[in-house]
């Protein structure tokens, strides 16, 4: 069964406090694999596509990188407007090319 | 601007009563999709559309329904038969060229059963 699981389930900073969150699959015919980041009510928002394995992309204060079995999000000191959840999800290989998320790690980084 | 607009934001519902969701998008993007949210859990698939007058069963489409009429719009019904209606609801949807794999979403709508 295809399966996407993040951790920590939650994580707490101190502000410029630098950590990672992880992201583990196990599934067949990875297309690539997507982070998120939701604000409380609100819809995801896109943050990067990573598609092969040793590839990197970075915005502002977030990095993330792929191996053939994760993903990190790494967050290089961060602000209080850092504080969402972030969800990872990777892209199968079949008809409607069919995301499956992860639960997801709520961030709250504190001034 | 280009995007998704999903209403109500907010709906409460009866037990015994269907409520239909309405998901319009202005991006001319051929897939649209509904996911569920509970607390805790990440999102689960209920339905999704490649094409006009296509769409198939997600994970969890039991008690669901929707009608894809127009390229623009993907409504969903929750229908009386869904045992536990209550959940944040998020519309999505994503071009089909090469290298569009990420979904746009739209900001939600949640739903109670009172």
């Known amino acids: 069964e295809d399966q996407v699981t993040q951790s920590p389930e939650a994580l707490r900073l101190q502000e410029g406090e630098s950590s990672s969150l992880n992201c583990s699959y196990t599934v067949s015919g990875l297309r690539g694999l997507f982070w998120y980041r939701q604000d409380p009510g609100k819809g995801p928002e896109f943050l990067f596509t990573?598609?092969?394995a040793g590839e990197e992309k970075e915005k502002e204060r977030l990095k993330a990188t792929l191996t053939k079995k994760e993903s990190f999000l790494h967050i290089t000191a961060p602000k209080p407007e850092d504080s969402a959840t972030y969800l990872c999800?990777?892209?199968?290989?079949?008809?409607?090319?069919?995301?499956?998320f992860g639960a997801g790690t709520i961030l709250r980084v504190k001034s | 601007d280009g995007g998704i607009t999903q209403s109500p934001k907010y709906l409460f519902r009866k037990e015994g009563q269907n409520v239909t969701l309405s998901c319009e998008q202005n991006?001319?993007?051929?897939?649209m999709y509904w996911y569920r949210q509970d607390p805790g859990q990440g999102l689960r698939l209920i339905y999704y559309s490649q094409i006009v007058n296509d769409f198939q069963k997600g994970d969890i489409a039991e008690g669901y329904s929707v009608s894809r009429e127009k390229k623009e719009s993907f409504p969903l019904t929750v229908t009386s038969a869904q045992k536990n209606p209550t959940a944040f609801y998020l519309c999505a949807s994503r071009g089909t060229g090469v290298g569009t794999g990420e979904l746009f979403f739209g900001e939600g709508s949640r739903l109670t059963v009172l």
């Open positions: 990573l598609y092969s």
């Open positions: 999800a990777v892209l199968l290989m079949e008809y409607g090319n069919k995301l499956v």
């Open positions: 991006l001319n993007h051929d897939a």
